[in-house]
């Protein structure tokens, strides 16, 4: 069987206004897979009241409508992760209206649940003659994620990362699984750095048994490495996640399609905003990567890049500048005294944005 890893998935925002999300390559190379896992980094549900907690804070609601969710079919994902700081941004009905979505049209999941005993069930698929373990964890750490519900004995939530309980996990499903797959929601958004803490948590799970770690969250891609014969990617970065519209005081909103044209555009993520706008990512959030992974005696690894172009439509990507500074980046992270690579993220990140602003000035 052939099985791609891709990052974030969200189906809805900007895509229902218009008739392709994606381009024919790309659609013949994910109909090529078995099976295509991903993180659904989005609530699934229509006309559902948003968490109240979430609308205490930063109020980011991230949801597609009911309507939106066969862009998943499309896309042939069959396993998602929902181990994701967005999965409760409608509450706990929003949970359940997804998760009924998910086994209406036969797509695999894990990651969180209503209470702990679902959130932490892995996934255990039968590849030939060999058992792959999938467990998804979600950090719970506020510098990371900000609010995320943590699943109890009594409460629902998503599979929480520990460590140390991760690490028994890995050894306990190492006992029945040939190969274990680590589908964990971490790090800093748009760093191209994985943060020192999650490189000593990455090792710590190879160690421990993990054979290929697949991170989300940061909306950008990050490197990958090998630790002890363990493939280790820091993030995929985005797969599908489209521009979306936001309304004050900011979440998103579906708008009628008449009004789109009045409403002004933000490449920023202000808080709080006073007047409905799109929100358009930046570039170096508008790339991610697919992973071909072929499972057997040893574990072969393909890296394929991919960009939502500027119509929101996903395309296949080839480029030897964006490859040699993930190269780069990893050469760095796997440096003995590696912190994070704070400064190298801030000329980075000052230098998209410069570069992003000369085109704008350009275009004009």
Known sequence: ???????????????????????????????????????????????????????????????????????????????????????????????????????????????????????????????????????????????????????????????????TKACEDIKRYKEICDEIVILVHWGKEYNSFPIKQIKHESYKLIEAGANVIIGTHTHCVQPHITHRQGRIYFSLGNFIFPDFFMAPPRPIFYPEPKDIKNIKTTYTYPFPITEPLRRVWLNKSRIGMGVEVHFGDKIKFKEQLLILDNDNVLQLYHSRKVTCKLWLIGKIVQMPFYHGGKLFNAILCRVSRIKHCIKTIFKR
């Open 1 to 163: 069987m052939r099985f791609l890893f891709c990052g974030d998935i969200m189906p809805g925002g900007v895509l229902p206004y218009q008739k392709e999300f994606l381009s024919p390559s790309t659609k013949k190379y994910l109909d090529s897979f078995d099976l295509v896992i991903g993180t659904l980094e989005t609530a699934i549900g229509t006309n559902i009241p948003y968490d109240p907690i979430k609308m205490e804070g930063r109020q980011n609601i991230i949801y597609s409508r009911d309507e939106d969710f066969f862009r998943l079919k499309e896309m042939n994902v069959g396993v998602v992760s929902l181990a994701n700081n967005h999965i409760f941004d409608l509450g706990i009905e929003g949970l359940k209206n997804t998760i009924n979505i998910l086994e209406k049209n036969n797509i695999q999941y894990c990651g969180a649940g209503l209470n702990i005993k679902e959130a932490s069930k892995p996934l255990i698929l039968d590849v030939g003659n060999r058992k792959i373990g999938i467990l998804a964890y979600c950090s719970s750490d506020p510098n990371q994620v900000a609010y995320v519900p943590v699943a109890t004995e009594e409460t629902y939530g998503v599979n929480p990362l520990d460590i």
